[in-house]
């Protein structure tokens, strides 16, 4: 079984600034992925982020980081140069084991960007 | 590419009905998921099927069920209708059964029970 926990319920931050959204989880498998979903407004869940948790290396995409601590189970988003678009409320998934298609989400944050 | 497509997008039952939603995948995906998105439990796990067989299933009654054609289509049926299925359930796609592969969702289908 995970369990996901996302402790942040709403994040602001300006535009062109730096957010961090926090995620700890747990899980029983030995072998899994790390996900960061984001969904903005219209309701479309679109992936920003994965990790190997078998990789030391922390994943970048363009202006998304995580900080991926393997012993703490924790898997924190950073988000660089935000800007409006990146509104959204963002979920923290795991998924491993037999069960790579079931990810257990955590209850999201909601991001707001000010411009 | 067409992404997943999700329908009907909308619709209203009421209590005691019964509501097929339909799901096509992503062209080349075997892998269908179905979830639960309602803002008491946030997003919960259905049920995922490939190759036609259902492979892992959430945590819900029997009144929630599911299958898959062998165009990778799934359809998702949930029987005598409760207030408490008022939600958004989102179907995923990915290629293949292995761990490496990434789910795209889709838009949704909001139901809502009267």
């Known amino acids: 079984a995970q369990t996901v926990t996302q402790s942040q319920p709403e994040m602001s931050v300006q535009e062109a600034e730096t957010v961090t959204l926090s995620c700890t989880y747990d899980t029983s498998e030995s072998d899994y992925y790390l996900f960061w979903y984001k969904q903005p407004p219209s309701r479309q869940m679109i992936l920003v982020i994965r990790?190997?948790?078998?990789?030391?290396q922390n994943a970048t995409e363009n202006r998304f980081s995580v900080n991926f601590q393997k012993a703490a189970k924790s898997f924190s988003l950073k988000i660089s140069d935000s800007q409006l678009g990146d509104a959204a409320m963002y979920f923290c998934?795991?998924?491993?084991?037999?069960?790579?298609?079931?990810?257990?989400f955590g209850q999201g944050t909601i991001l707001t960007v000010h411009p | 590419k067409a992404g997943v497509t999700q329908t009907p997008r909308y619709l209203i039952k009421t209590r005691g009905q019964q509501v097929t939603l339909s799901c096509s995948p992503i062209?080349?995906?075997?892998?269908v998921s179905w979830y639960q998105q309602t803002p008491g439990q946030g997003l919960q796990f259905l049920f995922e099927y490939f190759s036609e067989t259902q492979r892992n299933k959430g945590n819900f009654p029997g009144r929630f069920s599911g299958r898959q054609f062998s165009n990778s289509r799934s359809e998702m049926n949930v029987s005598t209708l409760e207030l408490g299925d008022s939600a958004l359930y989102l179907c995923?796609?990915?290629?293949?059964?292995?761990?490496?592969?990434?789910?795209?969702f889709g838009a949704g289908s909001r139901l809502t029970v009267l």
């Open positions: 062209s080349g995906h075997r892998s």
């Open positions: 990790q190997e948790a078998y990789k030391q």
């Open positions: 995923a796609s990915r290629r293949d059964f292995s761990g490496a592969n990434v789910l795209t």
């Open positions: 998934a795991p998924s491993g084991g037999t069960s790579y298609g079931k990810l257990t």
